[in-house]
């Protein structure tokens, strides 16, 4: 077994070398080191940063897929606002939304919590677009992230959107950073990155 700090040929179980001291890791060590979550990071050479035309490219991709989902739920927001308006009367109708389409709302940031966060914090490490550009999300280690990490980034993302100047500039952002990063990145800490 050679060792990783000097390059000294050592027996096959020993712990350290016996030329530097320096630890030595077993057939054991490298196969749980391979297999451990925690530890399925990219390597700091590894990193690439993705640019910003990248990141558009998936976020339209991910636009694309979950307005196919939506569309149906759209549809039927728009059903029933036609079904509530009174054609004979219109200075009576009704401008609130309905029940319905509270509900419809509520469903539409549930699925998007959920189809961000469970895809970024998964071993795709991003969503369907970002998986198809060859894209990933991790942390400033190169980590993949946890659930919890991914649910605070989807959190800021959508206020971003929300607040609309904000929203812009912060996804702007990703194009003049040193890392790429746009504004929820920086908050909560990762990076969307490429493999080389």
Request: include cysteine; hydrophobic fraction near 45%.
């Given at each position: 077994?050679?060792?990783?700090?000097?390059?000294?040929?050592?027996?096959?179980l020993?712990?350290?070398?016996?030329?530097?001291?320096?630890?030595?890791?077993?057939?054991?060590?490298?196969?749980?080191?391979?297999?451990?979550?925690?530890?399925?990071?990219?390597?700091?050479?590894?990193?690439?940063?993705?640019?910003?035309?990248?990141?558009?490219?998936?976020?339209?991709?991910?636009?694309?897929?979950?307005?196919?989902?939506?569309?149906?739920?759209?549809?039927?927001?728009?059903?029933?606002?036609?079904?509530?308006?009174?054609?004979?009367?219109?200075?009576?109708?009704?401008?609130?939304?309905?029940?319905?389409?509270?509900?419809?709302?509520?469903?539409?940031?549930?699925?998007?919590?959920?189809?961000?966060s469970?895809?970024?914090?998964?071993?795709?490490?991003?969503?369907?677009?970002?998986?198809?550009?060859?894209?990933?999300?991790?942390?400033?280690?190169?980590?993949?992230?946890?659930?919890?990490?991914?649910?605070a980034?989807?959190?800021?993302?959508?206020?971003?959107?929300?607040?609309?100047?904000?929203?812009?500039?912060g996804?702007?952002?990703?194009?003049?950073?040193?890392?790429?990063?746009?504004?929820?990145?920086m908050?909560?800490?990762?990076?969307?990155?490429?493999?080389?």
């Amino acid at each position: 077994m050679y060792c990783p700090t000097c390059g000294a040929n050592n027996a096959e179980l020993s712990k350290f070398c016996t030329a530097c001291g320096g630890a030595l890791l077993t057939m054991n060590d490298t196969a749980a080191t391979a297999s451990s979550p925690s530890t399925t990071a990219l390597g700091k050479s590894d990193l690439v940063y993705a640019g910003f035309w990248l990141r558009a490219g998936a976020l339209l991709i991910d636009t694309v897929a979950t307005s196919i989902i939506f569309s149906p739920l759209s549809i039927l927001s728009v059903w029933d606002t036609f079904s509530r308006f009174d054609w004979d009367h219109p200075e009576t109708a009704d401008p609130g939304f309905s029940g319905l389409q509270i509900g419809l709302v509520f469903l539409g940031l549930l699925f998007g919590w959920l189809y961000y966060s469970i895809s970024e914090s998964s071993t795709w490490q991003g969503t369907l677009g970002k998986k198809l550009l060859g894209l990933q999300v991790v942390d400033l280690n190169g980590h993949r992230i946890r659930f919890g990490r991914a649910t605070a980034r989807y959190c800021l993302k959508t206020t971003e959107s929300f607040l609309c100047c904000l929203g812009l500039a912060g996804y702007v952002m990703a194009a003049f950073t040193e890392k790429n990063q746009a504004l929820h990145d920086m908050v909560a800490g990762t990076l969307v990155v490429k493999r080389k």
